[in-house]
């Protein structure tokens, strides 16, 4: 088994890692354009909505504001104070439990935006205006960073990837902070095409799941999430195994064109199936899950009603719980697991008799999805190379012929820069590569949505 580890992990490094390398350090120098006079005046908008919520924060606390002469927002002390002393509300579930030491009780008191999120679903959706004024401040801030960091009228990052699962991490500015294009400030159009180019952003559709469909019909030749995936809108699909009853109750039956999201009391019935579908693969717990999905009074519904909802999704997916154990097992007997292309991240701890176990047991399914994920966008990306690399490898002749350039990549999306004549053509080509970004393919056919405009808001 070492002989065999140390060998896939020399030809994952051949392969694929020391060239990934190589374009990741062309697109830091690359960088995207940006339009720092429009980042300016976003940044003073955000100023303005934060004072209306501070003015909002200060009449929701009056009773307690004015017995002090300041009362800081920004400050968690005084935040921790006004919540749990003069509001007395319970300690957030996802910090735990209070303890009986004096570092454990401040930890506990959290002013976290999930401590909020959680004492809002629970408690109080005043605190709405709490969390809603931490997000604003907290953009804000860095809405006003960004066009400092511009060098000839770009913005450059730093790009690595995380040694557990391959992910990217980006820093100076951390692009994955940046908004998607539904929020309220719409960041992503200060990031522009230059002059006689447009921008394509081609972007991996539920990745994770693919990657989760792939592994059940190769394994288990289980086709069930397949199937959702390949026909309409999975979390609608994932909704119908997991609540079919229910719907049949308010008259919706499965691919009769109902979307669940038209009406209120189906469309809470989606966003629970797509909780859930996104939390599997990161070992959510029912404690975790029932904070997080809120019942039809707003509140969380509890660790039993979670758990229940966990073991319908077993039920609903007969071999993803055998695939999760597939690769505890794996863990628990060689102390590692392997993604996709053979990357392996160590897990001594999932070899432990005792309860210190549990940690990497989670990481280790959460590492063959995420680190399979990261395997194909890696590959994607050097499948769509337009540079010549110093080892030789991956290079996309045609792509470079229309003048294609990789400016940035974000979580699962690729951004290019094309020639205004070649965008179309470019963008045809950019999508048929990454679905298609492996010599053997996967068991399931990957999605990819590509889009062209002016600005990354817009082409995505």
Same mark, same amino acid.
């Given at each position: 088994?070492?002989?065999?580890?140390?060998?896939?992990?020399?030809?994952?490094?051949?392969?694929?890692?020391?060239?990934?390398?190589?374009?990741?350090?062309?697109?830091?120098?690359?960088?995207?354009?940006?339009?720092?006079?429009?980042?300016?005046?976003?940044?003073?908008?955000?100023?303005?909505?934060?004072?209306?919520?501070?003015?909002?924060?200060?009449?929701?606390?009056?009773?307690?504001?004015?017995?002090?002469?300041?009362?800081?927002?920004?400050? #968690?002390?005084?935040?921790?104070?006004?919540?749990?002393?003069?509001?007395?509300?319970?300690?957030? !579930?996802?910090?735990? #439990?209070?303890?009986?030491?004096?570092?454990?009780?401040?930890?506990?008191?959290?002013? +976290?935006?999930?401590?909020?999120?959680?004492?809002?679903?629970?408690?109080?959706?005043?605190?709405?205006?709490?969390?809603?004024?931490?997000?604003?401040?907290?953009?804000?801030?860095?809405?006003?960073?960004? &066009?400092?960091?511009?060098?000839?009228?770009?913005?450059?990052?730093?790009?690595?990837?995380? #040694?557990?699962?391959?992910?990217?991490?980006?820093?100076? *500015?951390?692009?994955?902070?940046? @908004?998607?294009?539904?929020?309220?400030?719409?960041?992503?159009?200060?990031?522009?095409?230059? @002059?006689?180019?447009?921008?394509?952003?081609?972007?991996?559709?539920?990745?994770?799941?693919?990657?989760?469909?792939?592994?059940?019909?190769?394994?288990?030749?289980?086709?069930?999430? !397949?199937?959702?995936? /390949?026909?309409?809108?999975?979390?609608?699909?994932?909704?119908?195994?997991?609540?079919?009853?229910?719907?049949?109750?308010? $008259?919706?039956?499965?691919?009769?064109?109902?979307?669940?999201?038209?009406?209120?009391?189906?469309?809470?019935?989606? +966003?629970?199936?797509?909780?859930?579908?996104?939390?599997? *693969?990161?070992?959510?717990? !029912?404690?975790?899950?029932?904070?997080?999905?809120?019942?039809?009074?707003?509140?969380?519904?509890? %660790?039993?009603? /979670?758990?229940?909802?966990?073991?319908?999704?077993?039920?609903?997916? *007969? $071999?993803?719980?055998?695939?999760?154990?597939?690769?505890?097992?794996?863990?628990?007997?060689?102390?590692?697991?392997?993604?996709?292309? $053979?990357? %392996?991240? &160590?897990? *001594?701890? !999932?070899?432990?008799?005792?309860?210190?176990?549990?940690?990497?047991?989670?990481?280790?399914?959460? %590492?063959?999805?995420?680190?399979?994920?990261?395997?194909?966008?890696?590959?994607?990306?050097?499948?769509?190379? #337009?540079?010549?690399?110093?080892?030789?490898?991956?290079?996309?002749?045609?792509?470079?012929?229309?003048?294609?350039?990789?400016?940035?990549?974000?979580?699962?999306?690729?951004?290019?820069?094309? @020639?205004?004549?070649?965008?179309?053509?470019?963008?045809?080509?950019?999508?048929?590569?990454?679905?298609?970004?492996?010599?053997? @393919?996967?068991?399931?056919?990957?999605?990819?949505? /590509?889009?062209?405009?002016?600005?990354?808001?817009? /082409?995505?």
């Amino acid at each position: 088994m070492a002989d065999s580890k140390v060998k896939s992990l020399q030809n994952f490094y051949d392969d694929f890692w020391n060239s990934s390398l190589q374009v990741l350090a062309h697109v830091e120098r690359t960088g995207m354009a940006f339009d720092s006079a429009l980042m300016e005046r976003k940044a003073e908008h955000a100023s303005e909505v934060a004072f209306d919520l501070h003015a909002k924060l200060n009449a929701w606390a009056f009773d307690y504001t004015r017995q002090r002469e300041a009362m800081n927002w920004n400050s #968690t002390q005084q935040v921790a104070e006004f919540l749990y002393d003069f509001k007395c509300y319970p300690i957030p !579930a996802v910090v735990g #439990t209070m303890s009986a030491t004096k570092k454990n009780r401040d930890d506990a008191r959290s002013t +976290s935006e999930a401590s909020l999120d959680w004492l809002c679903k629970n408690h109080d959706q005043a605190i709405q205006v709490l969390l809603d004024y931490k997000r604003v401040t907290k953009l804000q801030q860095f809405m006003e960073k960004l &066009p400092t960091m511009v060098v000839d009228g770009r913005l450059h990052c730093s790009l690595g990837p995380k #040694t557990d699962t391959g992910r990217l991490t980006s820093s100076k *500015p951390n692009m994955q902070q940046i @908004p998607t294009r539904n929020d309220r400030f719409k960041m992503r159009e200060c990031f522009v095409a230059p @002059p006689g180019y447009r921008l394509i952003v081609a972007d991996y559709s539920q990745l994770e799941m693919y990657v989760m469909a792939h592994f059940l019909v190769e394994l288990f030749d289980d086709h069930s999430l !397949a199937k959702d995936l /390949a026909h309409g809108d999975v979390h609608t699909n994932t909704a119908y195994r997991l609540f079919g009853d229910q719907l049949a109750a308010l $008259g919706c039956v499965p691919n009769d064109g109902n979307d669940l999201n038209d009406r209120k009391e189906t469309k809470r019935y989606r +966003s629970e199936a797509k909780t859930i579908n996104y939390a599997m *693969p990161y070992g959510k717990t !029912a404690v975790g899950l029932g904070t997080q999905i809120l019942g039809s009074d707003g509140r969380g519904v509890g %660790t039993k009603k /979670a758990q229940e909802l966990i073991d319908g999704y077993f039920e609903a997916y *007969p $071999g993803m719980q055998d695939l999760f154990e597939h690769w505890r097992n794996h863990a628990r007997k060689h102390g590692f697991v392997r993604t996709l292309l $053979g990357r %392996t991240r &160590p897990l *001594p701890g !999932a070899v432990a008799t005792d309860w210190t176990a549990n940690a990497d047991l989670r990481r280790a399914v959460n %590492t063959s999805v995420q680190g399979s994920a990261a395997d194909i966008v890696t590959t994607a990306m050097l499948r769509c190379n #337009t540079i010549r690399l110093a080892d030789g490898r991956w290079f996309n002749s045609k792509l470079a012929s229309l003048g294609v350039r990789l400016c940035m990549q974000v979580h699962d999306e690729l951004i290019f820069e094309v @020639p205004d004549q070649h965008a179309n053509t470019a963008c045809r080509v950019i999508k048929e590569t990454m679905e298609s970004p492996f010599r053997v @393919p996967l068991k399931v056919q990957l999605k990819v949505d /590509a889009e062209i405009g002016d600005n990354w808001g817009a /082409a995505k």
